[in-house]
């Protein structure tokens, strides 16, 4: 007697375009980050209209991902499932970026006195950092590649050094009254800081698909991969 073939069960359609959805966010995310660094560096007009851009395409995505998940999620097995959530966290973080992203544009584009070089530097370091950090998740995403994780928790401390050199900076400094420059640059460095808190907690979600176990809620010794 013949056995009749295995039926191998066919990812929903919904849910592969879920998965397409959220690696088409982590591309846009990482080409705002880009766009941020061209802008810092050079002041360029496109560069700025570009973060804008990719602003709102973000907020477009996370919509359309949160209208689809529901159903996608009861069409799959429970492992596919937490894939899924895991995802939509995700996305919420990817959203997230772009707003810091483009609130470092629009006060870079609003300035009113002149960027001191050394912190136009600094500021450019941290975006350059984060758009390495963003490609490496896209990367990590579209291939399942740990090594993509493993690298932004460690690069996570470079912005975080950054940062904390220009609080240290300014917060020293003693500046005319009404003079706002300080703050600004300070403002921005903390945004930047925050994207690099969001795009760690991506590498831990694309750690967590990879290996099936998660580094949040672990003592800090416990956590490195």
Excluded: W
């Amino acid at each position: 007697m013949k056995r009749a073939p295995k039926r191998v069960l066919q990812e929903p359609e919904s849910t592969r375009e879920l998965t397409g959805l959220i690696r088409e966010a982590c591309l846009i995310a990482k080409d705002s980050a880009n766009n941020l660094f061209e802008f810092v560096k050079d002041s360029s007009k496109m560069a700025f209209l570009a973060v804008k851009d990719c602003e709102k395409e973000l907020d477009q995505l996370e919509r359309q991902i949160d209208e689809r998940m529901p159903e996608a999620i009861t069409r799959v097995n429970e492992a596919r499932a937490r894939q899924l959530l895991s995802s939509l966290k995700s996305t919420t973080d990817l959203e997230r970026i772009g707003d810091l992203l483009l609130s470092v544009a629009l006060r870079f584009q609003a300035r009113t006195a002149r960027i001191p070089a050394s912190d136009t530097r600094q500021l450019v370091e941290m975006s350059s950092a984060l758009r390495e950090m963003l490609d490496l998740i896209h990367q990590g995403f579209s291939n399942l590649d740990l090594d993509c994780a493993r690298k932004v928790l460690q690069m996570d401390k470079d912005i975080d050094r950054i940062c904390h050199e220009l609080f240290q900076k300014h917060l020293a400094e003693t500046v005319p009254q009404g003079d706002t420059s300080g703050f600004e640059i300070l403002l921005m460095a903390q945004a930047l800081e925050r994207a690099g808190d969001h795009t760690t907690n991506l590498a831990e979600d694309l750690y967590s698909l990879i290996e099936g176990r998660s580094l949040r809620h672990v003592p800090k010794r416990k956590a490195a991969p």
